[in-house]
């Protein structure tokens, strides 16, 4: 299984960006589907999570500002970030619980990141 992130780039602050992450590979089902940042310095952090079922979960930090969601027949998830603030800056990641047959235990799988930079 892989994931493939995009949709990073430079905002100026109150802008916004759409992140992407599709699961490609051999995929019977994924569970949770998760966004994690990290910026400069910082330790990795999560931002928002979204089960299968779809319901939703955000770091204090961006409850209103931000909105994840999923196509489950694309394995795709998305994060739409609105009034995007300087802090907002740092390597997004992706991630997902995922098991390729009816028998396996769901692992845990990682994109590549995607760099996220609020200036003006």
């Known amino acids: 299984v892989q994931l493939q992130a995009s949709g990073g780039g430079l905002v100026q602050p109150g802008g916004s960006l759409r992140l992407s992450c599709a699961a490609s590979?051999?995929?019977?089902?994924?569970?949770?589907m998760k966004w994690y940042r990290q910026a400069p310095g910082k330790q990795r952090e999560l931002v928002a999570a979204i089960t299968s079922g779809g319901s939703t979960n955000y770091a204090d930090s961006v409850k209103g500002r931000f909105t994840i969601s999923r196509d489950n027949p694309k394995n795709t998830v998305y994060l739409q970030m609105n009034s995007l603030e300087p802090e907002d800056t740092a390597v997004y990641y992706c991630?997902?619980?995922?098991?390729?047959?009816?028998?396996?235990?769901?692992?845990?799988?990682w994109g590549q990141g995607t760099l996220v930079t609020v200036s003006s």
């Open positions: 991630n997902a619980g995922a098991r390729s047959t009816v028998v396996d235990y769901y692992k845990d799988y």
């Open positions: 590979g051999s995929i019977f089902s994924i569970n949770d």
